[in-house]
């Protein structure tokens, strides 16, 4: 779900909970610890940001829902249970090493980490693709280049254990200048594969990136942290999960990934360079295959 979707189906369920409470604006958000003219921008739309994980965990106890409903990743509104040690909202800005993911990767070491990134994973990014991907999507290249070092360096620990699981064609549009790297010089693009393969070598084997045919499966972006918890990315946030059962189910679901994957973690490096290898040296995208 992105964050248009999520911030829409949010608006609609308090608008329903507005309803059935038979209380005005002003006397709604007194009861669940807001102002009215917070409540009523959340109201209008305006913005697809969320309220903080308090705020919304006041609106889910007061009128007694989930929060898995009021956030649409459930259509049961019963409360199931210890909703803040179940679910959490965080929202991914700031320094990194000032956020949470950085602790929940630091609380990991010594355990299995599992991820599934949203494109070309964090740690394997050049500094011209930084650039490049921090220009169109505003934000900042420190914060950005500040958490690539960091990755690196923590996968550098011998008791670092990560596994990535991806989609194949992920890499293979990368390499054709297709979807948000169109813009990306073909020898820069050229330049990030070879800098991903020397990477992967170096980092293996406590870093081991698998591929898979995005035909066949699916995936959000997500990390599972060992078995403390799973943080599921969506847009500038992260829906944390702490209860064990979604956790064991998505684990689940990245052990099935990484059986589907066709290249694995040992071949990854090798299958980046011929990418590099296949790509034009006259430093137009002309593919000879036209």
């Not at 591929?211 to 972006?221: A, I, Q």
Request: charged share 30%.
């Amino acid at each position: 779900m992105d964050k248009r979707h999520l911030s829409d189906v949010f608006r609609e369920r308090l608008k329903l909970l507005l309803q059935r409470s038979d209380r005005n604006q002003s006397e709604f958000a007194a009861a669940v610890g807001i102002d009215r003219s917070a409540l009523s921008q959340l109201l209008s739309g305006a913005s697809t940001r969320l309220p903080r994980a308090e705020t919304l965990l006041r609106i889910a106890a007061e009128n007694k829902v989930s929060l898995d409903w009021l956030l649409g990743t459930s259509q049961d509104e019963g409360v199931t249970g210890e909703i803040r040690e179940s679910l959490e909202i965080e929202e991914a800005s700031g320094g990194f090493e000032r956020t949470l993911i950085a602790k929940w990767h630091a609380e990991a070491v010594g355990t299995k980490i599992r991820y599934v990134p949203a494109g070309i994973p964090d740690l394997l990014r050049s500094q011209a693709l930084i650039d490049y991907e921090s220009d169109i999507s505003n934000r900042s290249r420190e914060t950005q280049a500040d958490e690539t070092q960091y990755r690196i360096d923590y996968n550098r620990r011998p008791e670092t254990d990560m596994e990535v699981c991806m989609p194949r064609h992920t890499l293979e549009i990368f390499a054709r200048g297709l979807g948000v790297w169109s813009g990306f010089p073909v020898d820069l693009r050229r330049h990030q594969l070879n800098h991903m393969a020397a990477l992967l070598d170096d980092l293996y084997p406590t870093f081991r990136l698998f591929l898979y045919d995005g035909r066949l499966r699916y995936s959000v972006p997500y990390t599972i942290f060992g078995p403390y918890r799973a943080a599921i990315y969506v847009g500038d946030m992260y829906l944390v999960l702490y209860a064990t059962e979604p956790i064991r189910t998505l684990t689940r679901h990245f052990d099935n990934l990484i059986r589907a994957a066709d290249v694995n973690a040992h071949e990854t490096a090798a299958f980046a360079r011929r990418l590099a290898a296949e790509m034009p040296r006259d430093g137009s995208d002309h593919d000879p295959g036209d």
